[in-house]
């Protein structure tokens, strides 16, 4: 999956379960001035490939030995729970809580306060604070150098990545991003962290000497997706080791509909937004490759470095997508042994989080239903938890939560779309976009009435 140079990418094969089809579809390689790359390096040369541990990357939950920490945006507390999903403890962070990062070797948890501007650190073992540390507007991602001597905050309002001496608390240094950050991961070799955005790129921040900030441009290009001037967003990203790294993101294209043949959102033969996967090397040279997923906004992911397996949750289509020899294997390969499975039980998921714990297992935070699914690691069953935690929402509240993000036939017949699609965090997209050959500014949905619709 990270072809040579110049080398199209070309999975056809679709996935089908239960009514949800995945499919790993092939783009265009990168234009000539940035061509795609693998890494030429002769068997008895290759570097060490450095592990990627949990804290190198931010999240929703953390897995440990005795059981997982979770951090839920709804409600905005912090749960412990034990191997079985049971909750031990919950400690109050605060509506609308942004990531997490775990150091097990202090047993620590630090927690990003999006709307206190904080960031609490956070004893495991009772789920007590211990220290409060101050941040620039809206602390979100958040992650661990290497030795664990940091910690790295990304702040969406303030737009700066903040590194904090993980036990004093004291700013080491901090770099300007661009607008809107969110999830970071670092490298395992402590070089250089990648930020994802609100935009069509991400942000690249040096870890060394004065921190320069180079953007990587997301690359758009596509045979199966709609034409037009396209825009990026980023959802996720991970490290591989120290020289790969994957983000996901979705590819929009606000002049496609246009095309659509009723009032129902996004009904053309090719929906305006498609959901990718950016296959990035840094070293020796750099070079990405992009390929098409249909798991609606694939807000998580998580490499198993020893099975060679990458999982990819979309949390608007309940879905996990499977990738096994990822690294090892042909892109046909791949594609061969490519699976895809729904991540529901009972009701509606919502997987905003997954995590991998000592036994092999996955376990997938489920946002909507505010529950631990556990997927053994044959991945033949799904076990799921009690509720952790109540919402903070009223019932109707919650109803319509769920209608906004999760795919729906009343939103988009073809389950393409999500209003979350467009409205990230429920806000305004900053696009225009031409509904039935009219331009329209996607505007707030805060406060709209039920059967308004279409809002324009």
Same mark, same amino acid.
């Given at each position: ?76 507390? @912090? &749960?412990? /729970?034990?191997? +079985?999903?049971?909750?031990? %403890?919950?400690? #109050? ?7 997490? $990062? ?49 910690? @790295? &905050?990304? /702040?969406?309002? +303030?737009?700066?990545?903040? %590194?904090?001496? #993980? ?7 901090? $770099? ?281």
């Amino acid at each position: 999956m990270f072809p040579e140079p110049q080398r199209e990418v070309g999975v056809h094969r679709a996935m089908r379960s239960t009514a949800i089809v995945i499919a790993l579809v092939g783009c265009s390689p990168p234009p000539a001035t940035a061509p795609v790359a693998r890494p030429q390096v002769a068997a008895a040369a290759a570097p060490e490939l450095l592990p990627t541990p949990a804290y190198l990357t931010s999240g929703r939950i953390v897995a440990t030995d005795s059981g997982a920490i979770i951090i839920d945006a709804d409600s905005g507390t @912090l &749960v412990k /729970t034990d191997r +079985d999903g049971a909750p031990l %403890a919950r400690l #109050a962070i605060g509506r609308d809580a942004g990531m997490l $990062a775990h150091d097990p070797s202090r047993s620590i948890v630090y927690v990003a306060d999006r709307a206190g501007d904080r960031v609490l650190v956070v004893g495991v073992a009772e789920l007590r604070v211990v220290r409060i540390w101050k941040t620039p507007a809206e602390p979100f991602g958040i992650a661990l150098s290497p030795d664990r001597a940091t910690v @790295l &905050v990304t /702040t969406v309002a +303030d737009r700066t990545l903040v %590194a904090y001496d #993980a036990t004093a608390g004291i700013e080491k240094w901090r $770099a300007r991003l661009s607008a809107e950050p969110r999830a970071i991961a670092v490298s395992p070799d402590g070089t250089r962290a990648l930020i994802t955005l609100n935009a069509g790129s991400l942000d690249e921040v040096a870890l060394e000497g004065a921190h320069p900030v180079t953007p990587i441009v997301l690359d758009l290009a596509c045979d199966e997706c709609a034409t037009g001037p396209a825009f990026a967003r980023g959802s996720s990203v991970v490290f591989l080791d120290q020289h790969r790294a994957i983000a996901s993101f979705q590819r929009a294209v606000p002049e496609a509909l246009e095309l659509i043949h009723s009032t129902v959102y996004g009904g053309g033969t090719l929906p305006p937004v498609t959901q990718h996967l950016s296959f990035l090397s840094f070293t020796p040279t750099r070079g990405q490759t992009v390929a098409q997923i249909v798991a609606n906004q694939p807000r998580s992911i998580l490499w198993d470095r020893g099975r060679d397996t990458l999982h990819v949750a979309g949390l608007a289509s309940d879905t996990m997508l499977r990738l096994a020899g990822l690294t090892r294997g042909s892109t046909d390969e791949v594609d061969e042994a490519a699976a895809a499975f729904a991540l529901r039980v009972g009701e509606r998921c919502g997987p905003d989080g997954l995590a991998q714990a000592p036994d092999g297992s996955m376990l997938v935070w489920c946002s909507f239903s505010r529950r631990v699914l556990r997927v053994p690691a044959k991945q033949d069953s799904l076990h799921e938890s009690s509720m952790l935690v109540a919402s903070a929402l009223s019932t109707e509240q919650h109803a319509g939560y769920v209608l906004f993000h999760g795919v729906n036939p009343r939103i988009n017949r073809d389950g393409a779309l999500a209003c979350s699609t467009c409205h990230t965090d429920g806000r305004a997209d900053g696009l225009s976009w031409k509904i039935q050959a009219q331009t329209r500014q996607t505007p707030s949905l805060a406060g709209r009435i039920i059967g308004t619709h279409p809002y324009k």
